[in-house]
């Protein structure tokens, strides 16, 4: 029997895939199906054939194998919560084996995986979000998440990922636009003016960053909606607006107009001071990242007279947070304002053996191996993409004594491990870390040494 779009079949889910959908075959091909589990038993429908696979929905559940009622009513059309039907546990044991298959069949490296280290929290860890605005079907402005491929806003009051004042905030602009007749922006026309509510608290700190992404350069009324804020939200510190009055899906522009406060917050991670403002890359779990950075620390193996080089090194933190014990730190990030902040978290901890330059980080590295710099250990933090080649034959040229990869990508990690593999360097031993509970996102950070000739 052939599938087609709304065809109904048996199914049982056999496993899970690395973006939390249930997988079962019909007839050798594979289906999935989100909002399931191993051992599921369902009849479901095509919502669409791809040919060699096919995605679904449940139709009709006949046995379910290990699902918890999930405690938020907008999960499924949210889709940013992909394990909240199932405990933490089993979680991350589904995310251990994303990882070992990633090295196994991507990589095709027969690498000890530890056992994954969970957050410490499965809610409420996050110290960013960004809410889109819009306007439901009763003309009311609205915050929440997009559905799953879509720009169709889905409300959200409570995200259980969020810290529970961050909600409230931004519940109460919400309110404050339509008191004041702010229009939300829309897509299609390009016309009203805010497009998103972007706010960050700080873990250690408390202190809470307001940014609104607004199509314009000012917000109505702006005064008292600062004076309100603030005396709502006493961990308030800064409020900012945002200009982006681009036709883009990119959620912030370059230009910020301060309304209050320095326009950043401060904050520490692993005992390195940190500004973060509307633009600066910071990860969102604070606690797992500590632990994470620790793995990194720990797998560096640093000696007092090395030289680190952290490529993708962002603020500098994962650098900063190994510098005192190593004789020379240099970073290397393409992003203008985090080599700033690098540097200013550097004086501020009254770091002297360190170093930040802004450059991507493949002609970077390409430069450093052309001008002879032989560093002992070098990190790698690259984005989800992985490294480039140019980025990976210049670290290769190098030689380092070991190689350390903190990685958000599994699938890339093991790609790029494969190649330093097949170019003298040896990978020891991979850590899952898991920063993102209940979602389908995962870092792990890998200890890579050269091979003795």
């Not at 007839?27 to 009849?43: C, N, R, S, W, Y």
């Not at 909600?167 to 636009?177: E, G, H, L």
């Not at 200013?344 to 002297?352: T, W």
């Not at 390409?366 to 990190?379: K, N, R, Y």
């Amino acid at each position: 029997m052939s599938i087609s779009k709304n065809s109904i079949i048996p199914l049982t889910i056999e496993s899970l895939s690395s973006d939390g959908s249930g997988v079962g075959h019909y007839e050798g091909k594979a289906i999935f199906v989100p909002a399931t589990a191993p051992g599921d038993v369902l009849q479901a429908r095509i919502v669409k054939d791809m040919g060699r696979y096919a995605f679904a929905i449940v139709e009709e559940l006949q046995q379910a194998a290990s699902h918890i009622e999930p405690d938020c009513n907008v999960y499924k059309p949210c889709g940013g919560c992909c394990f909240r039907h199932l405990t933490y546990e089993q979680e991350a044991q589904s995310k251990q084996g994303f990882v070992a298959d990633a090295f196994a069949r991507i990589g095709g490296l027969q690498i000890p995986v530890l056992p994954i280290l969970p957050s410490s929290l499965e809610n409420r860890y996050r110290n960013k979000v960004q809410f889109p605005v819009g306007l439901d079907a009763d003309g009311h402005v609205i915050a929440g998440f997009y559905a799953g491929r879509s720009h169709r806003i889905v409300p959200c009051d409570d995200c259980k990922l969020q810290p529970t004042e961050l909600n409230q905030i931004a519940a109460f602009v919400c309110r404050f636009m339509e008191e004041h007749q702010i229009p939300p922006y829309q897509e299609q026309t390009h016309k009203g003016l805010v497009r998103h509510i972007f706010l960050r608290k700080g873990w250690h700190s408390q202190e809470i960053l307001v940014c609104l992404v607004i199509n314009g350069t000012s917000l109505p009324h702006s005064e008292q909606f600062c004076e309100e804020l603030r005396q709502t939200f006493p961990n308030v510190t800064t409020i900012v607006l945002n200009v982006n009055q681009q036709k883009t899906n990119v959620i912030t522009g370059k230009k910020n107009i301060c309304l209050f406060g320095p326009g950043f917050i401060r904050d520490t991670l692993c005992d390195v001071p940190v500004q973060l403002g509307p633009l600066s890359f910071y990860q969102v779990n604070t606690p797992g990242a500590e632990q994470l950075y620790a793995v990194a620390k720990e797998f560096a193996e640093l000696e007092p007279n090395d030289t680190l080089l952290d490529l993708y090194c962002g603020m500098g933190t994962i650098g900063l947070s190994m510098v005192k014990d190593c004789k020379e730190l240099i970073g290397v990030e393409i992003i203008d304002e985090a080599v700033n902040s690098a540097k200013k978290n550097a004086k501020e901890m009254g770091v002297h053996n360190a170093r930040f330059f802004c450059a991507d980080a493949g002609k970077a590295a390409t430069q450093l191996a052309e001008e002879g710099l032989q560093p002992d250990v070098i990190c790698l933090d690259p984005p989800r993409k992985g490294c480039d080649q140019a980025t990976l034959d210049a670290v290769i040229a190098m030689a380092p004594r070991r190689i350390v990869m903190v990685s958000c990508n599994p699938a890339t990690a093991a790609r790029d491990c494969r190649y330093l593999a097949d170019h003298g360097y040896v990978p020891l031993k991979v850590q899952p870390v898991d920063l993102f509970p209940r979602t389908k996102h995962i870092e792990a950070v890998i200890a890579l040494v050269k091979q003795d000739r």
